[in-house]
C-alpha cells in the first residue's frame, strides 16, 4: 500500500472505532444523512466576549444563529444564497437573526454563510426545501418556542449573580417537555465560572416537533459537535454567568 492507501486505511479503522462521530467517515462516504435539526440560539452579549468583539449594544435577548441538521453540512455548493427570496423576511430577520458581531444593516453574509452550510443540507426535507421556507421556517420556531419570553417568565434574567446548569435545565425541560442542550464558554484566566453563550433545542426531521437532543441510551456528543464557534463546549454541571449586556456609552 501507498501512504495515501495507508492514510486511508488508518482513517477507516478510526471511523469504525469512533462510530457515528467521524466526520471523515462521511467525507470517504459522501454521504449527507441526517436525523434531527437543531435550533441554535445565541446569547448576544456571550457571542461578543467570545470573540472579544466590542460589540456596539448587543440585543438584550436570545437571536437565532441557525437550524442545523446534524451530522452534515454544505450538501451542495451549487446552491447560492440569494437575498432576494427572502426580502419579504427581512425585517424579522434583521431582529431575530441578526449578525450580531457585525451589526451593519445590509450586510446578509451570516445568512449566506448559515444557508450554505446547513440549509442545503436541511433542504432535503419539503418543509425546508427553498431559502425562503428554511428561512421563514427558523423564525416560525423561534418565535413559537420564544426562548425569551420563556426565561423571563421562569425568572432567569442576566444577572451579575450566577445561575446552576442544573437547574437552569430543569426549568427548560419543564416547560418544553423535551431536554435541550446548553453550551459556555469556559471560564477565562482569572474567572471561575463558564458563561453561557448559547442554548441548543432539537426538533424531529419529518414534522419539526420538538423531541430530546439525544436519543434513549445515546451518549451525549463530547466536545464541539458540529461547527461551532471558537470557544463554546457543553456547559459543565456546576455555576454559570448569564451576564446582562453591556451597554456602551453614547
Ligand atoms: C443543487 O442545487 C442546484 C441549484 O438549486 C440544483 O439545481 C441541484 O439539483 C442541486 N443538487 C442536488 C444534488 O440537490
Ligand atoms: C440598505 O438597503 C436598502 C434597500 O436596498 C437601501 O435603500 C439602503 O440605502 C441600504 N443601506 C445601506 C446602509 O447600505
Ligand atoms: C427525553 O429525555 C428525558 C430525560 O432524559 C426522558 O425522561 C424522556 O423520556 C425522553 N423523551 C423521549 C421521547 O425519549
Not at 417568565?153 to 419543564?174: C, E, H, M, W
Amino acid at each position: 500500500m501507498g501512504p495515501v492507501a495507508v492514510r486511508g486505511a488508518l482513517l477507516g479503522c478510526l471511523c469504525l472505532a469512533l462510530g457515528y462521530l467521524c466526520a471523515a467517515d462521511k467525507l470517504l462516504s459522501g454521504i449527507h444523512e441526517w436525523k434531527k435539526l437543531i435550533l441554535v440560539q445565541h446569547w448576544p452579549e456571550t457571542v461578543c466576549e467570545e470573540v472579544q468583539n466590542d460589540c456596539r449594544d448587543p440585543p438584550n435577548y436570545w437571536t437565532i444563529h441557525g437550524l442545523w441538521p446534524d451530522k452534515t453540512e454544505e450538501c451542495n455548493r451549487s446552491w447560492h444564497f440569494n437575498l432576494e427570496e427572502i426580502k419579504d423576511l427581512l425585517p424579522e430577520m434583521k431582529t431575530y437573526w441578526p449578525d450580531v458581531l457585525h451589526p451593519s444593516p445590509n450586510r446578509s453574509q451570516f445568512w449566506k454563510h448559515e444557508w450554505e452550510k446547513h440549509g442545503t443540507c436541511a433542504a432535503q426535507v419539503e418543509a425546508l426545501d427553498s431559502q425562503k421556507k428554511y428561512f421563514g421556517k427558523s423564525l416560525a420556531l423561534y418565535q413559537k418556542l420564544d426562548l425569551s419570553s420563556v426565561l423571563l417568565k421562569l425568572g432567569i434574567t442576566p444577572s451579575i449573580n450566577y445561575y446552576q446548569v442544573g437547574d437552569f435545565k430543569d426549568a427548560l425541560t419543564r416547560v418544553y417537555g423535551v431536554v435541550p442542550k446548553l453550551q459556555c464558554l469556559p471560564p477565562r484566566e482569572g474567572e471561575a465560572v463558564q458563561t453561557l453563550g448559547q442554548i441548543e433545542l432539537c426538533l424531529t426531521k419529518e414534522d419539526q416537533q420538538l423531541r430530546n437532543c439525544t436519543d434513549p441510551g445515546e451518549r451525549p456528543a463530547p466536545g464541539q459537535g458540529l461547527g461551532l464557534g471558537l470557544g463554546l463546549r457543553v456547559c459543565e454541571d456546576g455555576p454559570f454567568f448569564y451576564p446582562p449586556p453591556k451597554k456602551t456609552k453614547h
